[in-house]
């Protein structure tokens, strides 16, 4: 039971690249989170699914997509990376009810 | 728009004494709270919570009250160890499962 597994752990991107953000989750949870978290800000949700196939937008959206692969994956696209973008993004999963979420252990992205 | 707020960056403690961390919210929606707990390099862990039924709930040395009139709510920690220090996250959610978490709280416990 690996619980909220992310991959890749670092990345260096130039601006302008793009890439995927991997993660999966092995608890049968239905929802399923990405934030990212900057100095001074805590945790910002840029993304959420509350259950398969739905997908919403947190509060900070712009510049990613995402896609709900199937209950276990959720992933997170940087479609033309830029600096600002520069972070460590977590994946969480839930099941809605319960309310707790569990994190993964980050992904440590640079954009230069 | 920042609906959670921990208006204190850091707070430093002695071991065996009371660590006081608290949390405002402006969302009147928001029924759930909880604190996580993060160490360097690791995902944030999930602390205690409670709902807004209640204005109290206990787990070991962690207890967490909520204000619903003030929209405050604090977690104590009695007594604090130094495996402690950390960074504290509160979080409010809402009936969709909606999380917005505050900007955290550095926590050091001194010997």
């Known amino acids: 039971n690996a619980g909220v597994t992310q991959t890749p752990k670092f990345q260096v991107l130039k601006t302008g690249q793009s890439m995927t953000l991997q993660c999966a989750q092995d608890?049968?949870?239905?929802?399923m989170y990405w934030y990212r978290q900057d100095p001074g800000m805590g945790l910002r949700l840029i993304y959420y699914?509350?259950?398969?196939?739905?997908?919403d937008k947190g509060e900070v959206p712009n510049g990613y997509n995402v896609s709900r692969l199937n209950k276990r994956e959720f992933s997170l696209r940087l479609e033309s990376a830029a600096p600002s973008q520069t972070s460590v993004y977590f994946c969480?999963?839930?099941?809605?009810?319960?309310?707790?979420?569990?994190f993964g252990p980050g992904t440590r992205l640079t954009v230069t | 728009d920042q609906q959670v707020k921990q208006n204190s960056p850091s707070l430093s403690v002695q071991e065996g004494r009371i660590s006081i961390l608290n949390c405002d919210y402006t969302n009147s929606m928001f029924d759930y709270f909880l604190w996580y707990k993060k160490y360097p390099a690791e995902g944030p862990t999930f602390l205690i919570s409670i709902s807004s039924i209640k204005d109290k709930n206990e787990d070991g040395r962690f207890t967490v009250f909520l204000n619903k009139s003030a929209k405050h709510l604090s977690l104590h920690i009695v007594p604090s160890q130094p495996g402690d220090s950390a960074v504290y996250f509160c979080a409010a959610s809402d009936s969709w499962g909606k999380f917005q978490f505050g900007a955290g709280t550095q926590v050091v416990v001194t010997p």
């Open positions: 969480a999963s839930s099941e809605v009810r319960v309310h707790e979420q569990y």
């Open positions: 608890m049968n949870h239905n929802s």
């Open positions: 699914s509350a259950s398969e196939g739905t997908t």
